[in-house]
């Protein structure tokens, strides 16, 4: 499922302290490790909802369907948050998460950036 993530407006939102990346630097440690398990149904867990329709859209049942991209894992070094949505850095992997009541979700994952374009995504919702 490849598309594209626009986070031009991102930036004009504004950052918040340091403290409240945390959460958002466990949900993207906890998808980058269900990524190098191969865990689909953990990863479909910590999916937006709108990215575990689309990653299921071809027919498959999400947690097959994400198992058969190839996505990157790593460590989160760089965090950028704003308001309810966030960027996470691992190396060259980018993921783009949102707050839900449930905590934080991936809503953008396998994302490369493209100078002047949106990022192109492997999963995004």
């Known amino acids: 499922m490849a598309g594209t993530v626009a986070v031009a407006g991102l930036a004009a939102a ?8 945390e959460p958002v630097r466990e949900a993207a440690r ?8 191969r865990d689909g149904a953990a990863l479909c867990d910590l999916l ?3 990215a575990a329709r689309s990653v299921a859209a071809g027919g498959k049942a999400c947690a097959e369907a ?3 991209i190839s996505l990157p894992t790593g460590e989160p070094a ?8 966030a ?5 060259t ?3 783009f998460l949102t707050q839900f009541s449930r905590g934080w979700r991936v809503a953008a994952a396998g994302c490369r950036p493209r100078p002047g374009l949106p990022y192109d995504c492997d999963v995004e919702g």
């Open 14 to 21: 504004g950052c918040t302290a340091t403290g409240e990346r």
């Open 30 to 37: 906890a998808w980058f490790a269900a990524a190098a398990a």
């Open 48 to 50: 937006t909802p709108a």
């Open 66 to 68: 994400v198992g058969d």
């Open 78 to 85: 760089e965090v950028q948050l704003w308001s309810g949505e």
């Open 87 to 91: 960027q996470v850095r691992a190396g």
């Open 93 to 95: 992997e980018t993921l």
